[in-house]
């Protein structure tokens, strides 16, 4: 393996495959998977009614050679990845907005009135809370 770095997203992912797809990337070789429905219909076509990894790695390595139209490929152009990066980090700032707004009508509702937050804290989130309060 090449002293290179491996892709950012290869940290952020929390499968077991996500190592050797990054290091694949990191070497510049085209990585693609069978989606599930795809695996479900081919798997059907062969004799067996047991799911087991020998199967299902026999019926892929089949698919990927006699129909590689089947196959998707997973990777994304750095457009594509700062793009989403940018989404989450809008839904991860407006996430942590709402949190802390929460938090500080919980923290004075139980300074003014405690009995009246322990009731009317836990639905803080729902819309008609706004009027009410």
Do not use: K, W
């Not at 290869?10 to 989606?35: H, M, S």
């Not at 076509?45 to 047991?50: D, V």
């Not at 994304?76 to 407006?94: K, P, T, Y």
Request: glycine share 8%.
């Amino acid at each position: 393996m090449s002293g290179r770095a491996l892709p950012s997203s290869a940290t952020r992912q929390a499968t077991i495959g996500a190592l050797p797809i990054a290091v694949a990337q990191a070497e510049g070789v085209l990585v693609g998977y069978l989606p599930g429905l795809a695996m479900r219909r081919i798997a059907d076509l062969h004799s067996g009614e047991a799911m087991t990894d020998a199967r299902d790695a026999a019926i892929i390595a089949q698919a990927a050679r006699t129909l590689p139209h089947a196959l998707r490929s997973i990777q994304l152009a750095d457009e594509s990845v700062a793009e989403l990066s940018m989404l989450c980090g809008f839904d991860d700032d407006i996430l942590g907005q709402m949190t802390a707004t929460s938090n500080r009508i919980r923290g004075l509702l139980t300074q003014i009135h405690p009995a009246l937050e322990r009731v009317v804290g836990p639905y803080l989130d729902h819309p008609a809370m706004l009027d009410l309060l």
